[in-house]
């Protein structure tokens, strides 16, 4: 890695490049410091997340392949954060399927394995760290694959994305659009303070059909926090309130799971990431549980899907 530190907030022009190198010298480590690091993302806007993680990438290159400003381009760097989010919804497929799903056949093993882990890295990122961790795995795949080449192969895989959404229909359901314009932002804000991926906390709206029915037609209420009997359920006025009420309840729990969905699962049947009891933990659904495991796998799959499709859709509107 090249010594040096990365300023997220240094001039850029009015097409959103840098209009310097970006790399402030700084004798010692080489590494990006501890408050850099801890440094909250303040745009996490597809295109401000795709501009920094450009920033962090060019840290991990050789010298003879910075070039920031090629790189840098915003309407690529949002295609490609885009595109780790779409590869991200597939991390239970295995490599083999993901290669032949999003890449193509020449793809080297390395390659794919970094792309997945930046994809995955990059999810929850809520600070420059951790942004900077899925950075190093890309700029792994970014040498592999060769600067010169790297635009082309985003644009293949992103039309690859674009095959498979027409494959698959390519567009929400009313009911899962209606679901996202109403939980999508609240969730999403609330999940990067706990460090948990907003996905995870959206399938549990599958407890209510996605605020179409059951208890939610009283309650209002998407996620069934009613820890398996009616006699404890949870009311709200909006869906920022019901989610509000969810993480007051839950965030500590899951709090740090990122995109861990068995461990998102495991912390809300009040268990650790071994699945030990934790003593004072709430248990989410203590009556069905094999059920609802089920269910909100599903959901998880679900928005895993569907959640890109929203995204894809408001930048269209």
Sequence with gaps: MAGGSYNPDEARDEKG?????GLSSRAG????TAAWREKALPDSSASGTG????????LYLPPQMRRRVDWADQAQGTRLVRLLGCW??????????????????GVEDATVRNLRMAAAEASKAATHGQLSDAARHLADAVRHVGIDRWSGFVERAAAKVDAQAAATG???????RAYLVRYYEPVVALAKKYSVDPMLVLALGAESGYATAGTYLKTHDAFGMTGGTTDHMTYASSPAENVRHFFAIYGAQIYGVGSDADAFLK???GQDVTGAPV??????????AEQWLKMVRDGIHQMRRDVPLYQALRKGE
């Excluded at 490049?17 to 190198?21: A, F, G, L, V, Y």
């Excluded at 480590?29 to 990006?32: A, K």
């Excluded at 501009?51 to 060019?58: F, I, R």
């Design 29 to 32: 480590s080489g590494r990006v």
């Design 17 to 21: 490049r840098w209009t310097s190198d």
């Design 88 to 105: 991200n919804a597939d991390a239970h497929l295995s490599d083999e399927v993901f290669r032949a799903r999003y890449l193509s056949g």
């Design 267 to 269: 912390a809300l049947e």
């Design 170 to 176: 390519g567009a929400l359901s009313s009911r899962d």
């Design 279 to 288: 003593k004072a933990w709430r248990t989410y659904n203590s009556e069905f």
């Design 51 to 58: 501009m920094a993680l450009a920033g962090h990438v060019a």
